[in-house]
């Protein structure tokens, strides 16, 4: 194996050993510090001057790690550098269904196993492999690496980044796998929850009570009205599923056949193609449920399960998606899975996911990195830094 490669592979077994699983779940979630420090370490050898966000105090608070290399950031609108980002964090996993120890990358038939090697640690050496054949010496725009937190539990690194913190730069490339394709495009995703709260009592006298199972006809068919609705007015083809969904994922209530249900809890989620705002949707539900709770006469109100990730889309033929394609051969397209993304654009920068690996494998038992995809990975994005920053 060439030294570059080694070194990659040497680089992402220190990642991968240290453990950062972020997770709704208060059992799983722990810090991301330890691959913060890792990273940190290596950019730090670079030449990156390395700046480490903490989002919670405390040493093992979580951390985003901000790192640039090159020119100081100009005044004004004088811009063009690159930001190189990617996530720190991990999924929960099962162990007893991996075939190695997940925290210890093993290298087996062409691949890099581990948790995390694909999705996404395995970005960042072959990033840093990138810099390191490239050099400082010729940057005039400044190169950043970008290391979040939290990204796949409430994407709070990338939310909580202060809007300053990647000036000079103009374009980002976010390396989730998408086996080195330009993706431009995604959908977003809201997840809500509604509480129908009536009155129970005893089940021999119906007045005696507000059943909340009653409604849930009446629920359900205003919510798969309004489903069509926005299925016929939104529609994007570079989707695999061209139009927006909602699912119904949960329904909880009641106790005892012989009691009037007088609270129950539903959930669905959203996922939004770009142009349909979660603001509108909120909006729009809100009025109707609020119609819905007086034609009953019982109470409904809606909440967010989590803050919801808008949808994406970088217009073709923008600069940053000219250079990605450019620098992969291949027509950026559109994925099925929500991405930091919109939060990076948002900062102003001309943002476009695309990196080694593929998302068939995350998330799921036995993760891996193709070898094959390292070489490739350091060339494309030796490509991108070499558009962007000389
Ligand atoms: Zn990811």
Redesign the pocket.
């Known amino acids: 194996m060439p030294t570059t490669e080694q070194q990659v592979v040497s680089q992402l077994k220190q990642l991968v050993a240290q453990p950062s699983v972020s997770s709704p779940d208060p059992h799983w979630d722990a810090s991301n510090r330890g691959v913060i420090e890792t990273l940190a370490g290596f950019a730090d050898r670079l030449g990156f001057q390395v700046e480490v966000q903490a989002l919670d105090p405390g040493p093992d608070g979580k951390a985003n790690l901000i790192a640039r290399l090159g020119p100081e950031p100009t005044q004004g609108n004088d811009r063009g550098g690159l930001v190189l980002a990617g996530?720190t964090d991990t999924v929960p996993f099962d162990e007893g269904r991996w075939a190695t120890d997940p925290l210890t990358l093993a290298e087996r038939d062409g691949g890099l196993y581990g948790l995390g090697s694909t999705?996404?640690k395995g970005f960042f050496p072959v990033a840093l492999a990138a810099v390191a054949e490239v050099g400082a010496a010729g940057l005039r725009a400044p190169l950043y690496l970008l290391a979040t937190a939290d990204?796949?539990s409430t994407m709070r690194g990338a939310r909580e980044l202060p809007v300053d913190a990647l000036r000079g730069a103009s374009a980002a490339i976010i390396g989730?796998p998408t086996n080195l394709k330009p993706v431009r495009l995604h959908k977003g995703i809201m997840m809500q929850g509604v509480r129908l709260q009536g009155r129970s009592g005893h089940s021999s006298d119906p007045a005696l009570g507000r059943n909340v199972i009653e409604v849930v006809p009446a629920l359900l068919a205003m919510l798969d009205d309004y489903r069509r609705e926005l299925a016929a007015e939104h529609r994007c083809e570079l989707l695999a599923v061209p139009t927006p969904t909602m699912n119904f994922g949960c329904l909880h209530g009641g106790d005892s056949p012989n009691r009037i249900c007088g609270e129950l809890d539903f959930s669905f989620d959203v996922r939004m193609v770009p142009g349909l705002d979660y603001a509108d949707i909120e909006q729009t539900l809100n009025q109707r449920l609020g119609q819905l709770g007086q034609d009953y006469g019982i109470e409904i109100g809606m909440h967010r399960l989590v803050e919801p990730v808008p949808a994406f889309e970088q217009p073709a033929g923008s600069a940053g998606v000219s250079a990605a394609e450019d620098a992969s051969g291949e027509t950026a397209g559109a994925v099925n899975f929500a991405t930091e993304a919109p939060f990076l654009q948002q900062l102003g920068l001309d943002t476009v996911v695309m990196g080694p690996g593929s998302i068939d494998v995350?998330h799921q038992p036995n993760e891996f990195m193709p070898m094959s995809q390292l070489r490739p990975g350091i060339d494309v994005i030796k490509r991108l830094i070499g558009h962007h920053c000389h």
């Open positions: 996530h999705d996404m990204e796949e989730e995350a």
